[in-house]
T-cell receptor, first 113, second 115 residues
Framework: GESVGLHLPTLSVQEGDNSIINCAYSNSASDYFIWYKQESGKGPQFIIDIRSNMDKRQGQRVTVLLNKTVKHLSLQIAATQPGDSAVYFCAEMRAGGNEKLTFGTGTRLTIIP | DAGVIQSPRHEVTEMGQEVTLRCKPISGHDYLFWYRQTMMRGLELLIYFNNNVPIDDSGMPEDRFSAKMPNASFSTLKIQPSEPRDSAVYFC?????????????FGSGTQLSVL
């Protein structure tokens, strides 16, 4: 069935290095993508989003890249900090899919001091 | 604003018991969502409301699950009877508009354990 998934369940990165978290989606009708961050004991928190008419979007220390050809999404975090340790989810919304977001299973990012 | 408030934070119950989870959305938000999170299935949308009216409950697992929103400031998710496979973290989220990214706010969740 259609799904939003992640290539790796865990990722460890040295503090100060850059990290890349990947996400694959299968529905070519998806037109909006979001990355969320979830810290332990908390609900997901919005990081950055991108629409399907864009290939790249930058925020503060984060960049999202969208490759529609291979249905791939990535989140790049620059100069990682201990506070970046969390589970990261990609989510997609499909054109005409009313107000429903579909979430991937998540990648746990651990920052090594 | 205190954000989306969920209660209880933790709930431990025995199989067969009724469980009621509660949510207070952010004041003024028109949309309310109930999600369930497990390691195996990630975040799943169970049901959502717009202006207190259920719009889509296709994610509700079975008849044991029910959700209500009697007014704009309160919603409940009820499981009766509960089963061990219902053990998960249940999140409530609200938004002012259809949830385009930053407009969706999650509560801290209710950790449910059914023994």
């Amino acid at each position: 069935g259609e799904s939003v998934g992640l290539h790796l369940p865990t990722l460890s990165v040295q503090e100060g290095d850059n990290s890349i978290i990947n996400c694959a989606y299968s529905n070519s009708a998806s037109d909006y993508f979001i990355w969320y961050k979830q810290e332990s004991g908390k609900g997901p928190q919005f990081i950055i989003d991108i629409r399907s008419n864009m290939d790249k979007r930058q925020g503060q220390r984060v960049t999202v890249l969208l490759n529609k050809t291979v249905k791939h999404l990535s989140l790049q975090i620059a100069a990682t900090q201990p506070g970046d340790s969390a589970v990261y989810f990609c989510a997609e919304m499909r054109a005409g899919g009313n107000e429903k977001l579909t979430f991937g299973t998540g990648t746990r990012l651990t920052i090594i001091p | 604003d205190a954000g989306v408030i969920q209660s209880p934070r933790h709930e431990v119950t025995e199989m067969g018991q009724e469980v009621t989870l509660r949510c207070k959305p952010i004041s003024g938000h028109d949309y309310l969502f109930w999600y369930r999170q497990t390691m195996m299935r990630g975040l799943e949308l169970l049901i959502y409301f717009n202006n207190n009216v259920p719009i889509d409950d296709s994610g509700m697992p079975e008849d044991r699950f029910s959700a209500k929103m009697p007014n704009a400031s309160f919603s409940t998710l009820k499981i009766q009877p509960s089963e061990p496979r219902d053990s998960a973290v249940y999140f409530c989220a609200s938004s002012l508009f259809p949830p385009r990214g930053e407009k969706l706010f999650f509560g801290s969740g209710t950790q449910l354990s059914v023994l």
